[in-house]
């Protein structure tokens, strides 16, 4: 009989459920593959369902202007269901820097609604700021602050956005709200507090109204009272009966629901607006497309295996996160629920009837106004909708960054290129890939071990055989300057001889199932349990295991990954827990499902935090996550397939991440699953060397693939595609250092940075860099030239090897044999880079700097450079430089660009090449601290190329060149 752990050594993620129970109940093996079918479709989602069969204007929803009440920074209102009588709040509020929040809960539920608790998703309560009473009738109140005003109208209930007299958000437009409010099975309770509530309104209407208006047909209203009393427990017992309310059944698995239907969904539309973009993840295009004829799009993390390309399936996170763009203006929208969620999105024109009422914005003109519509819907938890008013690309991102945090400024060595694969066999097998990295001068900064380092699958232990003296091995790694990362899962091994698990079950701080016994699911070590991450205890204990006499062979250079954190169970529904698992405080798993592998990850970053006593920065990377998920670590787009599509879905998948805030992102290089050929493999690392998290895996049945072991030619390419990159981790840093001050994402779809230039809203297939670089990857099979758009009227693109110059604002045929990856410079733009390539980033800090200045059309550019220890969190107390370049009238200057930063470096100036001079200079003088001395410089006038060899100053120091 095949072991379990044997069986379960092929990772094929979900697919072990199969395998498992066949071995457990007939102790045979057996392998199939998997499909789309073994997740849901909308269909087989009852609240989904019940949702999307809903008819646009069918919302029974109106506004009680009698109970408005209003704040200095928000107001509150009743809703009411006309159906049932049920009552919700809605609270508006004006949020700072240019955003709003709309929340809806049920104003007397008979159990609290679940609510992402502050400080997770949200960095902490959102900062508020005055608004004001504009406007105020029964039928409607106009809010405003700043340049906005939100309309809230009664009957028909919307909420409109307006800016500039513009409408940009509304919310239920076409009457979609629909709010699924708790009750009790089998029981009138519900539809006894319906009826009391309207005879009660009732009662108080006639005693308030005036003499004679009692009517003189009292018997006929007193009849037709009844009659709609009648009609009403006909609907709440209609509501009751649809099938799937109560409990529902899928694949065998059922889901019990003791409160019953508890969704929560409601329209969204985006008049003017014709591409929208984020709510990741999902292996599609970056502009997101209309789901008339399809599924919606899925938020529901899952381990789904050999995921399919262009589909709305849900994967492994979620980020419920919206931006819109149109030539005028970006805005977004952050949905704050952490339970399974489908968003349709359809094309559609704008209402002129109501938006001419608002303001004459179609005058002059008879073409129909564009408008996206989305329809939100959530199983469960409360509406609260966050709303990002921009006007820019950069103000969305920072509005965002506000509610949910910004990428820490991760260690440099994140940033670096790290070699993976599952597994490295053993000791001497990671010995001698470092070696060969090294023989074949392969810089590189981090090597992982996967799941067969462990003792049988149990995370903080190492194999005795295998691993026997795990911390001389990380310090002879880490002897170059490189570091390590292991593997550690949520789940864990039912083993009472396993420490983590004896610690958790006895302290209760297991999952639990339905009936409050700690959960038992199947994972890599066979039966397994799962820590309640949603608690902060939890948390915290989870933490101590990183310290070093917990972690036993441990040490400062080994980091984390957490993988299958979604949390995937191969025997679960779905490849996960059961819905109505229970965590922290009796929530269902279903209020939270999406949060799972954000608190893992956060869990052990906080790990990492506490064994260096807060000082040292970490590295986590995470499969799953949520919004906010970007301040603890690194993600990347999970199980991919060493396939042409699947290298090419990389840039739209990491583009969409990248607009919703998880910016240190990037896919496995070469396809975790099947052998890439060599052409596909020295392609992918091309591409993956200019993508924010660059790192290459395999899986376990896979060919090595190592970057030494490629036929020569191949080997030379993909050697010099990762020594691009350690060129360019000055670049990457200091991106990554605005990217922590402002939540701009280093890398950025064309738009953000033109935003008026339609030809960029749907392209996806190039990407720009800050806004310096612009990327065209090859991801097509024998491609030896691409056709490369280059934005920017009057603008001037550089190749980064060659330099020769492309003109903006056209697409220009650009010849790419194997050896070359398109990228280009921006003119006007000045990027610092290191020439001096070591074995590793951390070799390099001491190593002087080249900076590329390429000029644009008028002469000038301008850069920034970012500097500190690299690795602590020192920057922080001002110990860093920051540096502003600058070129504008042959006259290059560095200066400070920050009066707080206070840094000592032994970094200096080697080169600076100065790219489009039109006239070859006589003389180019240094000028520091008034002392003047000359340069040796050489001119190419090909493309008007000029090289500063040896400036020789401390990159910290204030001066200048002058070029006469």
């Known amino acids: 009989m095949v072991t379990s752990e044997n069986l379960l050594r092929d990772r094929l993620g979900w697919r072990r459920m199969f395998v498992v129970t066949v071995l457990v109940l007939l102790s045979v093996t057996s392998v199939i593959s998997v499909n789309r079918d073994n997740f849901k479709t909308c269909d087989q989602s009852g609240f989904c369902k019940r949702h999307r069969a809903m008819q646009p204007g069918s919302s029974p929803y109106v506004v009680l202007m009698d109970t408005l009440k209003v704040m200095g920074t928000s107001v509150e209102v009743q809703l009411v269901n006309r159906k049932n009588n049920i009552r919700l709040l809605l609270q508006v509020s004006a949020v700072k820097d240019n955003s709003a929040r709309v929340k809806i809960n049920e104003m007397d539920p008979i159990k609290k609604r679940y609510e992402i608790p502050v400080g997770d998703a949200l960095v902490g309560e959102p900062k508020l700021q005055d608004m004001k009473v504009l406007d105020r009738s029964d039928k409607s109140i106009t809010l405003g602050f700043e340049d906005n005003k939100i309309l809230i109208s009664s009957e028909p209930f919307r909420i409109d956005f307006i800016n500039k007299e513009e409408p940009i958000i509304s919310i239920n437009t076409q009457a979609l709200l629909k709010f699924e409010h708790y009750r009790k099975k089998d029981s009138p309770q519900g539809w006894i507090e319906g009826v009391t509530s309207w005879f009660s309104d009732r009662f108080r209407a006639e005693e308030q109204a005036p003499p004679g208006e009692e009517g003189e047909n009292k018997e006929d209203e007193e009849k037709k009272e009844e009659e709609n009393v009648e009609e009403e427990k006909k609907e709440e017992h209609k509501e009751e009966e649809e099938p799937s309310m109560w409990e529902e059944t899928y694949k065998s698995f059922p889901d019990s629901k003791p409160h019953g239907p508890s969704s929560v969904g409601v329209d969204i539309s985006f008049p003017g607006f014709e591409h929208v973009y984020g709510i990741p993840e999902h292996a599609d295009s970056m502009a997101l497309k209309t789901t008339k004829s399809t599924d919606p799009y899925r938020l529901f993390n899952l381990d789904v295996f050999e995921y399919e390309l262009y589909n709305p399936m849900a994967l492994y996170g979620s980020v419920p996160v919206m931006l819109a763009h149109n030539e005028k203006r970006t805005v977004g929208i952050f949905w704050h629920n952490a339970a399974e969620t489908w968003i349709d999105i359809s094309s559609n024109t704008a209402d002129k009837n109501f938006f001419s009422k608002i303001a004459d914005i179609v005058k002059g003109g008879s073409n129909e106004i564009p408008q996206t519509d989305t329809r939100w819907i959530s199983e469960s938890g409360v509406i609260d909708v966050f709303v990002m008013l921009g006007p820019s690309a950069h103000d969305v991102f920072y509005q965002y960054a506000q509610l949910t945090g910004t990428t820490n400024l991760p260690p440099l060595f994140a940033v670096s290129y790290h070699q993976c694969r599952w597994n490295y066999n053993d000791q ?53 300057g490189r570091k390590m990362v292991t593997i550690v899962d949520p789940h864990l091994k039912r083993d009472d001889n396993y420490q983590e698990y004896r610690e958790a079950r006895d302290k209760g701080y297991m999952v639990k199932n339905k009936d409050g016994n700690d959960y038992d699911g199947w994972c890599w070590p066979g039966s397994s349990s799962w820590p309640d991450f949603s608690n902060p205890e939890v948390r915290k204990w989870w933490a101590s295991k990183f310290h070093y006499e917990d972690y036993q062979g441990s040490t400062p250079d080994l980091f984390t990954w957490n993988d299958m954190n979604e949390p995937s169970v191969f025997n679960g529904p779905e490849i996960t827990f059961h819905k109505d698992v229970l965590h922290h405080e009796g929530i269902e798993n279903r209020d939270l499902h999406n949060m799972y592998g954000f608190y893992v990850q956060q869990a052990t970053a906080e790990g990492q935090l506490l064994r260096s006593d807060n000082k040292e920065r970490p590295f986590v990377l995470t499969r799953a996550f949520f919004a906010g998920s970007q301040r603890f670590g690194a993600v990347w787009t999970g199980d991919n397939m060493a396939e042409w599509g699947h290298l090419k879905i990389a840039n739209p998948m990491l583009l969409s991440l990248n607009l919703a805030g998880i910016t240190l992102s990037g896919a496995d290089v070469g396809g975790f699953f099947k052998n890439p050929d060599t052409e596909l493999l020295t392609r992918w690392y091309q591409a993956a060397a200019f993508q924010p998290y660059f790192r290459a895996h395999a899986h376990i049945d896979t060919k090595r693939r190592e970057p030494y072991l490629q036929p020569e030619e191949n080997m030379k390419i993909i050697r010099n595609a990762i020594r691009a990159r350690y060129s360019y981790l000055p670049f990457w840093y200091t991106l990554f250092y605005d990217g922590e001050t402002k939540g701009v994402p280093p890398m950025r779809p064309l738009w953000v940075e033109y935003p008026t230039d339609k030809d960029t809203f749907s392209m996806d297939d190039e990407f720009l860099i800050g806004s310096s670089l612009l990327v065209k990857p090859i991801t097509e099979a024998g491609q030896t030239g691409t056709q490369v758009y280059f934005p920017g009227e009057g603008q001037v693109w550089y190749d980064v090897e060659t330099f020769r110059p492309y003109p903006g604002k056209q697409t220009t045929y650009v010849e790419a044999p194997l050896s070359k990856i398109p990228v280009f410079q921006r003119g006007g733009s000045i990027v610092p880079r290191k020439l001096r390539i070591r074995r590793s980033s951390s070799l390099m800090v001491h190593d002087p700097f080249t900076l590329i200045v390429c000029l644009d059309r008028k002469g000038a550019a301008k850069g920034s450079l970012y500097i500190d220890d690299y690795h602590t969190f020192n920057y922080r107390q001002g110990e860093y430089l920051l540096r502003d370049f600058s070129f504008d009238q042959n006259e290059f200057r560095s200066q400070s660009g920050d009066q707080f930063g206070k840094f000592t470096t032994k970094e200096w100036l080697e080169k600076i090449v100065v790219v489009g001079l039109r006239t070859e200079p006589t003389k180019a003088v240094l000028k520091v601290k008034g002392e003047e001395s000359s340069l040796q410089w050489e001119y190419n006038s090909q493309y008007g190329q000029l090289i500063i060899r040896k400036p020789g100053v401390n990159i910290a120091s204030d001066f200048s060149i002058k070029l006469t």
Do not use: C, R
Request: proline share 4%; glycine share 2%; aromatic share 14%.
């Open 428 to 480: 001497d097998d990671v010995k001698n890939v470092d070696a060969m990295l090294d023989q074949y001068d392969i810089p590189y900064d981090v090597i992982w071990l996967d799941i067969e380092h462990t003792d049988g699958k149990k995370y903080f232990t190492w194999d005795n055989d295998k691993f026997s003296k795990p911390e001389e091995m990380i310090n002879n790694v880490a002897s170059k």
